[in-house]
């Protein structure tokens, strides 16, 4: 079945540091791939994403690219800030369901340190 | 704000009891889905409704069902609760495009908190 791999948390940075969270997945047909964010206490927001292969998602400095020969959708942002800590969900929609669900990966936790 | 409302924020309960969670998706969205978050078992998808019609049905247990009403509010009941049960529910809606399903942005309510104690 489909599935999301990320890397494993927690991951500590210091401030202005470089970001790189793995996601790889396995999935049939064409998903649309997602990065989420939950800041502590609240629920999942939409950080970025990216439907077809080569396909670059960017948003506050955060970016992804959808690499269907690798199957990953890394994500990656150059200079973090604590306001960043948080946990982030790497995701994908199986177009082929005809339902739009969503499969997540198990989250990745992310501490900036000033 | 996502636009999706979740009540209540927090539950506390006993084993053996009945519960019901609301939620209120944007203005304009037609579809509603339901996920489980929880430590061992991370973020589950458990049922989704389309327009007052079961969509897909996800890891959800015969104790839990759900609904969409006519004004499009959801209600997910969680019965015979066990401690396992404790868990963050979110509910997500979307607009659910019938021309690109897999395109759907899914926006997120801030959860109810369930503990069974």
């Known amino acids: 079945g489909n599935s999301v791999t990320q890397m494993e948390g927690p991951v500590t940075l210091s401030e202005e540091a470089f970001l790189t969270i793995n996601c790889t997945y396995t999935?049939?047909?064409?998903?649309?791939l997602f990065w989420y964010v939950q800041y502590p206490g609240e629920g999942l927001q939409l950080l970025l994403k990216?439907?077809?292969?080569?396909d670059k998602g960017s948003n506050k400095g955060f970016e992804a690219t959808y690499r269907k020969e690798t199957t990953s959708f890394h994500l990656e942002k150059g200079s973090v800030q604590v306001s960043d800590s948080a946990v982030y969900f790497c995701?994908?929609?199986?177009?082929?369901?005809?339902?739009?669900?969503?499969?997540f990966g198990q989250g990745t936790t992310l501490q900036v340190k000033p | 704000d996502s636009g999706v409302t979740q009540t209540p924020k927090h539950l506390i309960t006993a084993t053996g009891q009945r519960v019901t969670l609301r939620c209120s998706p944007r203005?304009?969205?037609?579809?509603v889905y339901w996920y489980q978050q929880s430590l061992d078992q991370g973020l589950q998808f458990l049922i989704q409704?389309?327009?007052?019609?079961?969509?897909a049905k996800g890891n959800i247990l015969e104790r839990f069902s759900a609904q969409q009403f006519p004004d499009l509010h959801s209600e997910l009941n969680l019965s015979s609760l066990e401690l396992g049960d404790s868990a963050l529910y979110f509910c997500?809606?979307?607009?659910?495009?019938?021309?690109?399903?897999?395109?759907?942005?899914?926006?997120f309510g801030a959860g109810t908190r369930l503990s069974v104690l």
């Open positions: 997500a809606s979307s607009v659910l495009d019938g021309t690109s399903l897999a395109k759907n942005i899914q926006y």
């Open positions: 999935a049939t047909g064409y998903p649309s």
């Open positions: 990216a439907t077809k292969a080569d």
């Open positions: 995701a994908l929609s199986d177009g082929s369901s005809n339902t739009g669900k969503l499969i």
């Open positions: 203005s304009g969205d037609l579809s």
């Open positions: 409704y389309y327009n007052g019609e079961e969509r």
